[in-house]
T-cell receptor, first 111, second 120 residues
Framework: AQKVTQAQTEISVVEKEDVTLDCVYETRDTTYYLFWYKQPPSGELVFLIRRNSFDEQNEISGRYSWNFQKSTSSFNFTITASQVVDSAVYFCALGGNKLTFGTGTQLKVEL | DGGITQSPKYLFRKEGQNVTLSCEQNLNHDAMYWYRQDPGQGLRLIYYSQIVNDFQKGDIAEGYSVSREKKESFPLTVTSAQKNPTAFYLC???????????????????FGNGTRLTVT
């Protein structure tokens, strides 16, 4: 069975702080995909990144970076110099023989 | 601009009534999905469809029905048999790049803005 755990229910930071959102997954598949989605207050989930299980190279996109570690089954997401516009719910998801979402982390960035 | 349109944004119904949520996409995607989101929970799959006139039950299909008469449209009906229908409903689509459903689990999903259904 697949499982995605986002242990942080809610995180509050002050603008310009760095913040890391944790994602731990469980799967028996040897080939799988990991995703991060952002859900702003408008409700629509926005795709941020996809990684496949064979590519452990970390990725950086602007202020966003992702750390994929197969050894610990984690796919953590870091926002550098957070901004108020980063306030949203962030979902980690695992695609294998099915697509499983974590329960989400509510990020609040305050001035 | 290409995207997914869900309507209405807010919907109120009395208990015992069926209600249909609309979902239209112009992304030319083969696969479409309906998810339900409840507070503190992740998204749970209700139904999905790869091609016209074909759809499959997801994890929580009981009390719901769908149709896929056109590639662009995938309406969801919440029936009176659904015991806890009040929720936020999200429609999504994705490219289908190979054998379904596995390929859809590795393709990014494109979501609509959702419909918040309240049943009293």
């Amino acid at each position: 069975a697949q499982k995605v755990t986002q242990a942080q229910t809610e995180i509050s930071v002050v603008e310009k702080e760095d913040v890391t959102l944790d994602c731990v997954y469980e799967t028996r598949d040897t080939t799988y995909y990991l995703f991060w989605y952002k859900q702003p207050p408008s409700g629509e989930l926005v795709f941020l990144i996809r990684r496949n299980s064979f590519d452990e190279q970390n990725e950086i996109s602007g202020r966003y970076s992702w750390n994929f570690q197969k050894s610990t089954s984690s796919f953590n997401f870091t926002i550098t110099a957070s901004q108020v516009v980063d306030s949203a719910v962030y979902f980690c998801a695992l695609g294998g023989n099915k697509l499983t979402f974590g329960t989400g982390t509510q990020l609040k960035v305050e001035l | 601009d290409g995207g997914i349109t869900q309507s209405p944004k807010y919907l109120f119904r009395k208990e015992g009534q069926n209600v249909t949520l609309s979902c239209e996409q112009n992304l030319n995607h083969d696969a479409m999905y309906w998810y339900r989101q409840d507070p503190g929970q992740g998204l749970r799959l209700i139904y999905y469809s790869q091609i016209v006139n074909d759809f499959q039950k997801g994890d929580i299909a009981e009390g719901y029905s769908v149709s896929r008469e056109k590639k662009e449209s995938f309406p969801l009906t919440v029936t009176s048999a659904q015991k806890n229908p009040t929720a936020f409903y999200l429609c999504a689509s994705s490219m289908s790049t190979g054998e379904f459903p596995a390929s859809s689990y590795n393709s990014p999903l494109h979501f609509g803005n959702g419909t918040r259904l309240t049943v009293t």
